[in-house]
């Protein structure tokens, strides 16, 4: 089966650059260049002082008083890690693995489970679908420190506490994926499109896997983006105790807790902790836009 | 004729037949989500509605307990009042403040071309996107002349001995205020970026035409009006951020903090179930968080539908 490429409407963005609409004063130019550069500085300052503090041999670290840029950069602070991140039982690799581990099996797992329920939800003939999308669509309030609680006590009543899995299955029904694969899914997906494919002797199935997922790529991609942004700074609350099942954000606040003399390598830390985010937000960014374009609640 | 009729049943039976297939597929389908779906939410938010009205400590049998568990919030415990101000302060002030900069900063940006505004964006979404960076607030509000904000204090004379910012109930609040919104560019800035490129120039043309003669006319008038839905979803977003404030409190302050000063409902929900196992009472917390929250979400899309009127 050929698939046609298909113009969606959003494509076409913004040509409001090109025509001039004469409503813009000098003065309020001003004022906006003057708001984003504070708010452009209130964002970044704090994330490059981390930078920098990661980068600062000890007597800079507490040199008083403390500068903001670094005057001999070092890569101490980042070489010390592996030996202050290891436990007695638990070298650092164990940690790193624990993170990529349940960031990505969590990730891939949202990621189909929540875009096979969106096709569900958007192009099939299931009554109540429209009941179950509304439910979805209000747990969009509520998220896993709000609900804390009582997954706690499933948690514990599933015998699920202190494994893997209490990073995983929580992140797998998350409702924000699912609403945003749907409102996608209702826009860049044409019905009379899936018809064709049926009438053709296509399935369900293969109509999901070989039409739908390859069309509504951006979606996946920016469900990528959020969810493994949320797995890779989980801190579980009181669900994990093993050293061995540990991730790499909870063994952090043990430097942060350092004080002033570990900073430096708390800050190497976040650093490196930063750099997996960022690369997925850069390779999927545009992807990210498009799918965001749709993701309005209608009322 | 006789024929035909028989094809006919034929062809029926086929489509009934297809459509159950398809109907079992699209259930397969549906299915892995919504198992995981009613589990960790459907069930935790109902489960609380009734766990709210017994006792339980996880090892005894629940004991009918009617309302008192929500009576004992407001005259039998000291602490949830002070939690319960600390998070309605911190929703109302991150809430609508990081609602409101999340649209201002992408209609600012939007006004850019698509390198610079793909690389604003990002600039604003950073601290979001980077979970755990919030941790260098505590360097530079360490509580010794070492942490950079006491040390600028000191040598312009503001103040003569360091502050222990994380431990004064006088400043503490502040600071977390200061640092959530840092890290409220999120998902819905994310969407009004997107949403406001998204609006149709030729709405831009007509409004012109139409006699709009300044950016907040053409704001009130044209772009606001055509992203309501998009602001809604953003809203829902920032409610769920701002009630759910607790991770970043434990994190930088500790729990529990000097008189309770930003303790907030999540951190104290922590204590009462996992600590104190006084799941009962726990619940009655959570039924009365859940609530606010939807309250919120109720009142603003309400609000929203005053734009452009």
Redesign the interface.
Known sequence: MKEPKMKKQ?LK?????Q?K?????KA?NFF?FL??TL??L???L??I??IM?SFKPLEE??????K?FVQRPTILNYTALPSLLASLRVPLSRYVFNSVFVAFAGTI?HI???S??A???SK???KFKNL?FA??Q??????A??????????F?KTNIIDTYWVYI??A??S??G?FLMKQYVDSSVPDAFLEAARIDGA???RI?FQIVMPLVKPAWLTLFL?SF??M??I?P??TIFSEELKTL?QV??SL?AG??VR?GS??AA?VI??IP??LV??FT??N??????S????? | MRTNNKINTAKLRMTSAR?M???M??????A???V??I???????L??VV?SLFNYD?VSTPVWAGLSNYLRMFTGDKVFPIVLKNTLIMAIITGPVGFI?SF??AW????F??YLR?F????????A?????F??????F?G?????AN??L??LGLINDPIVWFKDANYNMTIILIVQL?LS?G?AF??N???I??VS?DL??AG?IDG????W??LWYITLPS???????GA??Q??AS??I??VVT?LAGYPTVNHSVDTI?TY??D????RYE?GY??A??VL??AM??FF?VVI?NLLNLFGK
């Open positions: 959003h963005v913004s040509k409001t650059a025509y609409r004469y409503t813009r004063s309020g906006f708001f984003l708010m452009g209130f964002s970044v704090p994330l002082y981390c503090t670290l507490l040199i008083y008083p403390p903001f797992l189909f489970a929540a096979a329920a096709f569900v939800f099939s003939t299931l179950m439910i979805v209000l747990a969009l309030l509520y998220n420190y709000t609900l804390a609680i009582p997954q706690y006590l499933i514990s299955l929580p797998i029904p409702a924000m699912c399935g369900v199935f999901f959020f942004r949320d890779w700074s801190i609350g009181g954000p952090m606040s942060t004080g002033i900073s708390a800050m976040t902790m930063m985010p960022i937000f850069w960014q545009s990210v836009m498009e799918t965001m374009s993701s309005g609640i209608k009322e | 459509n297939g398809e109907k597929a699209y259930l397969g389908l549906l892995p989500f919504m995981f779906f589990i960790f939410t459907i069930v935790p938010v489960s609380s766990l996880m900069l201002v900063l600012c940006i939007s006004e071309n698509a793909t604003l964006a990002f600039l604003f979404y950073a601290p996107l980077i979970g755990n960076a941790y260098v607030w505590q360097i530079a360490s010794d002349g070492n942490g950079y040390s600028l000191m040598n840092w560019m998902v994310l969407a970026v997107a949403g490129q998204n120039p831009y043309e012109s709009i003669r300044n950016r006319q053409e992203m309501k839905s998009i602001l809604l979803f829902v977003m409610i769920q009630f759910s607790g991770s994190a999540v929900l922590t009462v179930g996992t600590l799941f726990a619940a917390i959570s968080l859940f929250m939807a979400r899309g």
